[in-house]
């Protein structure tokens, strides 16, 4: 399986993007897809999860309210649209596909959010 982000870019405070993530090799509707991302001299950190049954959202307690998951198992793809971002979002963001050992993981796609 392979994923490829991509929607990353320069963008003011305040501001909003939309990231994507199209999967190729396996179909998605199985499977639960996540977004993390990692700032600059940090660890990686969970940003959001949509599950595969309900596509219900989960997010950590930073973006919770700003940020949106969502997918498209037809299309065989996962967003998440960022709305009034901050500074503290700066980071390079992954999606994820599916759990632990057996989970894949794309390029990642910088988020720079300026001040």
């Known amino acids: 399986v392979q994923l490829q982000a991509s929607g990353g870019g320069l963008v003011q405070a305040g501001g909003s993007l939309r990231l994507s993530c199209v999967v190729s090799g396996r179909p998605i509707r199985s499977y639960l897809m996540a977004w993390y991302r990692q700032a600059p001299g940090k660890e990686q950190e969970f940003v959001a999860a949509i599950t595969w049954t309900t596509s219900s959202p989960y997010y950590a307690d930073s973006v919770k309210g700003r940020f949106t998951i969502s997918r498209d198992n037809a299309k065989n793809q996962v967003y998440l649209q960022m709305d009034n971002l901050k500074s503290e979002d700066t980071a390079v963001y992954y999606c994820?596909?599916?759990?632990?050992?057996?989970?894949?993981w794309g390029q990642g796609t910088l988020v720079t959010v300026s001040s």
């Open positions: 994820r596909y599916g759990l632990g050992l057996g989970s894949s």
